[in-house]
């Protein structure tokens, strides 16, 4: 599976970006998709995750109320829809794959078996 992320770039503080992820290959059922983001000198972090059979969704509790996962099942694409955006957001934000089958740790990096190439989010204050 290779992934493709878009959608990042320059925002104001309460701005709203929507960042996409399009999936190339054969997606089973039973995997699993995330965000991670990773900011200047930090570690990469989750964000959000979300099943691809039923849609089941997580998010780190920063970005909670603010950020939405979805996904387009026939389009093979994963959606975050980030609203009141914070200079604290800014990051270069990653997708990934799940394809264990399983949902627990879901905020864990290292289950994540591929990575799609980043997109920078850059939000002014």
């Known amino acids: 599976v290779q992934l493709q992320a878009s959608g990042g770039g320059l925002v104001q503080a309460g701005g709203s970006l929507r960042l996409a992820c399009a999936a190339s290959?054969?997606?089973?059922?039973?995997?699993?998709m995330g965000w991670f983001r990773q900011a200047p000198g930090k570690e990469r972090e989750f964000v959000a995750a979300i099943t691809w059979s039923d849609g089941r969704t997580f998010y780190a509790d920063s970005v909670k109320g603010r950020f939405t996962i979805s996904r387009d099942n026939a389009k093979n694409t994963v959606y975050l829809q980030m609203n009141s955006l914070e200079p604290e957001d800014t990051a270069v934000y990653y997708c990934a794959t799940r394809t264990d089958g399983r949902i627990y740790s879901y905020d864990d990096r290292s289950v994540y078996r591929n990575w799609g190439q980043g997109t920078q989010v850059t939000v002014s204050s």
């Open positions: 290959g054969r997606i089973f059922i039973s995997y699993q």
